[in-house]
């Protein structure tokens, strides 16, 4: 017999508000009455495109494996090159390069377990037919192709893949992997190249979509054994790219036949293709991973170039970290320092105008504007700055030119009082760590150059500690006296980063782009770097984010800068000030990702 529920069915909750939407847990299809607005609501996931944080290296003609949140692009063009990059699900790190320089290849499987085949070379003969696997530790080649080829499309792991069609001569070949070797299998029924492929499907189940000549909306299965037609496109495409499996998949971007790139998508049912939402950014020649409810596309032949888009099918609206204008300084300047937090932080000496004149000024900002103090006791530039908006310490600097100064000051929030020296006179630049009564200043340029010693300093007096291994001079420091991090600066190699347990320094990952005069913040296990200069002459805007172990790509500034302050969290922080051309007073603040469910009316009309 039929229960109340299987009759009337579940009663509608009638609430005096929506249900809370920051869950990841809140379900599809959720149904409420509202009150208050008198609206019949519910949970209804959608389709969108969000931007995430760019490419270490720019570049197209490239392709992906793995998910959104654990993938990698090996090899890249214009130019052939060996590189590789990880995706996080929030940003990039370097990865280990490959054995052979290759563009335009074939990437299939898994972060940890990668198989890359075919590509292009930078010279003749052009096709490439090495093999390569990664095993989450080191690349080994293997077994070539039967046939070399470049603009191909593949499916598959590292112990069953596919390679089909692809450059020269419009290929229909088609060979399988078995985990030792290459074999011909049967042909695809149309010669293609530079289309799109689900980066997730198996060799018995692959789907290969769109390509040239010129532009086509062709799709393909494969079942293992033979290849079959299944309903076009809706947009013939040529250079975009794709994610999924041979039953659920995407499809985005690409040139229309004679046109420019586009922000077109596509996702397939296993039957036909239905155009949803539209990437923020046109681009061809992308690298497309992941699955068809979570799929990215990174790089491309867009400008700029380099940017990451994640895809998502959900109720959750996910708003990445991004960084935002806040107010401006009331004196625009360079090479002073900032500590605290983004709703109270503090902005301390610097030079500026006419002649670079060295400032004693100090500002303090509420997270919407700066408001202007008492000055330090002595106008220093290239100096390092601890703690809070009401409890700050000043340490070295320089009055002018190369003078090094070993004094200090501490700051109640109000006004500068003297401190006693730190032992060796210095200009540490954005070196200072911890708070005002437990203080780490580390490295920094001191007669004639870049000195490793550190000091610390317990409220009362600086005392000598462990030197660093590499002198630092002009790099990025976080952290605490006890859980410190002092990254990259002038030194070369310029990556390097030291990490500090309140005795002893040790070398951890290097960031990805070497550069001093920079913002930082954060902490020892989540801390950012953003801005400054990158060898031999670009102002960067790029941000790194450090979660304790390995650095990687955050969404960049608006604005790139250097000789700039900084300060805060990784969701919360701030940077000031710096150069551009000219001296600037301009402010960006970083707000972290968050992740909130759409609610929507239902409608019965």
């Known amino acids: 017999m039929a229960t109340y529920r299987e009759i009337k069915g579940l009663k509608v909750p009638y609430l005096d508000a929506d249900l809370p939407s920051a869950s990841a847990s809140t379900e599809e299809g959720g149904v409420w009455y509202n009150s208050a607005t008198g609206k019949l609501r519910a949970f209804v996931a959608f389709n969108t495109w969000s931007t995430s944080a760019p490419l270490i290296n720019v570049g197209q003609n490239m392709q992906g494996a793995g998910t959104q949140t654990a993938g990698l692009i090996a090899g890249r063009g214009p130019s052939v090159t060996t590189t590789v990059e990880e995706y996080n699900g929030s940003g990039w790190a370097a990865g280990t390069a490959m054995n052979s320089g290759r563009t335009n290849n074939v990437v299939v499987g898994l972060q940890t377990a990668t198989l890359v085949t075919g590509g292009y070379y930078g010279s003749s003969p052009y096709s490439r037919d090495e093999t390569e696997i990664w095993n989450g530790s080191s690349w080994t080649e293997v077994g070539d192709l039967g046939t070399g080829r470049y603009a191909a499309y593949g499916a598959g792991t590292t112990t069953a893949a596919l390679c089909a069609g692809g450059l020269p001569a419009q290929k229909t070949l088609s060979e399988e992997w078995n985990g030792t070797s290459w074999t011909e299998g049967n042909d695809i029924n149309n010669g293609r190249n530079s289309g799109a492929y689900a980066n997730q499907a198996t060799q018995t189940a692959a789907l290969i979509y769109g390509g040239g000549p010129g532009s086509d909306a062709n799709v393909e299965s494969y079942n293992g054994t033979s290849w079959t037609e299944e309903n076009n496109l809706n947009v013939a495409q040529m250079g975009c790219s794709g994610a999924g499996i041979q039953t659920f998949a995407l499809e985005f971007g690409g040139q229309n036949p004679g046109a420019s790139a586009v922000v077109t998508t596509e996702i397939y049912d296993g039957s036909s293709w239905t155009e949803t939402t539209d990437m923020s950014t046109a681009r061809g020649d992308s690298a497309g991973f992941g699955l068809a409810t979570s799929g990215v596309c990174a790089g491309g032949n867009q400008s700029p170039k380099g940017q990451t888009e994640e895809f998502a099918h959900s109720i959750l609206t996910y708003t990445p970290a991004a960084w935002a204008s806040g107010g401006n300084l009331n004196n625009a300047r360079k090479h002073f320092d900032s500590t605290g937090i983004q709703t109270a932080g503090l902005a301390v000496g610097g030079y500026s105008g006419p002649g670079d004149a060295t400032q004693a000024l100090s500002e303090e900002y509420d997270g919407s504007s700066w408001t202007e103090g008492n000055d330090l006791n002595t106008a220093r530039h290239y100096l390092a700055v601890s703690g809070t908006q009401t409890a700050g310490l000043v340490s ?11 004094s200090s000051e501490e700051y109640n929030g109000t006004s500068y009082t003297e ?3 730190l032992n060796t006179a210095r200009y540490p630049g954005n070196n ?16 004639p150059g870049a000195v490793a010693n550190s000091e610390e300093y317990n409220g009362t007096s600086y005392t000598e500690g462990n030197d660093l291994n590499t002198a630092h001079d002009l790099g990025y420091g976080f952290g605490i006296q006890t859980a410190g991090i002092i990254a990259a600066g002038t030194q070369s190699p310029q990556a390097i980063v030291e990490s500090y347990d309140g005795s002893s320094w040790t070398e951890v990952g290097d960031v990805n782009t070497g550069r001093y005069y920079g913002a930082s913040g954060g902490t020892q296990t989540d801390g950012f770097i953003a801005a400054g200069a990158v060898p031999p002459a670009t102002v960067s805007a790029l941000t790194e984010a450090y979660d ?3 650095w990687a790509t955050s969404p960049s500034m608006g604005t790139a800068r250097y000789r700039l302050g900084g300060g805060g969290t990784t969701t919360a922080g701030f940077a000031a000030g710096g150069k551009t051309s000219d001296d600037v007073a301009t402010t960006e603040e970083l707000t972290g990702a968050t992740t909130a469910a759409e609610a929507a009316d239902i409608a019965f009309d």
């Open 396 to 406: 070295g600097g320089t009055t002018g030119g190369t003078n090094r100064n070993a």
């Open 432 to 447: 200072g760590l911890g708070t005002q009564t437990a203080a780490v200043i580390g490295s920094g340029a001191a007669a």
């Open 548 to 550: 304790g172990t390995a």
């Open 419 to 421: 401190g006693n020296d």
